[in-house]
């Protein structure tokens, strides 16, 4: 099966600077990668997600890079505010063809933006 | 207003007792999953189903059982099987028609072991 690895398991960052989480996965017939951002007491939710046959992906201050070859992809969050503080999960799935994905996350980075 | 909701919120069970939790959709999702939560671990699939009266094992699902029987519910029983319950549980479903992958979760059920 799948296994994914996530690093750092916390990050400290200060207010304004940028944050990079990485992940590794083992199954090269992962196609699909989602990132989750859990706040405190709250439910997961999507923040960025990314297709093997896209190799960077942007959305504002989040951004995502895959490397087929070496079977990583990164988060990346730039000017950091401190409402960026939750933790973020990495997840690696292959699509199962009937449109249910079996996602294999990673433990968890715990971001914390110091203001 | 749509979403995922679960319940209870909270639960308490003594050792030995089976318990029940539960998790109603109302986005016409047909895909529905629970993963299980604990410290430092991710999250962990224990089972998930793509449509009504079929459901698979994920990678945790010893001492879990699930149903499907209408397409808005998909609640998990935890067994006096499961070794060590204690833990965080989570439904979510996606909309296996869009295609995007994304997963709706609820707020969660904080299940403790006395």
């Known amino acids: 099966g799948e296994n994914v690895e996530q690093h750092p398991s916390t990050l400290s960052v200060q207010e304004g600077d940028s944050a990079v989480i990485k992940c590794t996965y083992s199954?090269?017939?992962?196609?699909?990668f989602p990132w989750y951002k859990q706040e405190l007491g709250k439910r997961p939710q999507l923040i960025i997600d990314i297709r093997s046959n896209v190799g960077e992906k942007k959305d504002q201050r989040i951004a995502v890079t895959l490397n087929k070859t070496a079977k990583h992809f990164s988060l990346h969050i730039t000017e950091t505010q401190p409402e960026d503080s939750a933790v973020y999960f990495c997840?690696?799935?292959?699509?199962?063809?009937?449109?249910?994905?079996?996602?294999?996350f990673g433990k968890g980075t715990k971001l914390s933006v110091i203001p | 207003d749509g979403g995922i909701t679960q319940s209870p919120k909270y639960l308490f069970r003594k050792e030995g007792q089976n318990v029940t939790l539960s998790c109603e959709q109302n986005?016409?999702?047909?895909?529905m999953y629970w993963y299980r939560q604990d410290p430092g671990q991710g999250l962990r699939l224990i089972y998930y189903?793509?449509?009504?009266?079929?459901?698979q094992k994920g990678d945790i699902a010893e001492g879990y059982s699930v149903s499907r029987e209408k397409k808005e519910s998909f609640p998990l029983t935890v067994t006096s099987a499961q070794k060590n319950p204690t833990a965080f549980y989570l439904c979510a479903s996606n909309n296996v028609g869009a295609n995007t992958g994304e997963l709706f979760f609820g707020e969660g059920s904080r299940l403790t072991v006395l």
């Open positions: 199954d090269s017939a992962s196609n699909y």
């Open positions: 986005l016409n999702h047909d895909a």
């Open positions: 189903s793509q449509i009504v009266n079929d459901f």
């Open positions: 997840a690696a799935s292959s699509n199962s063809g009937a449109g249910s994905y079996q996602l294999t």
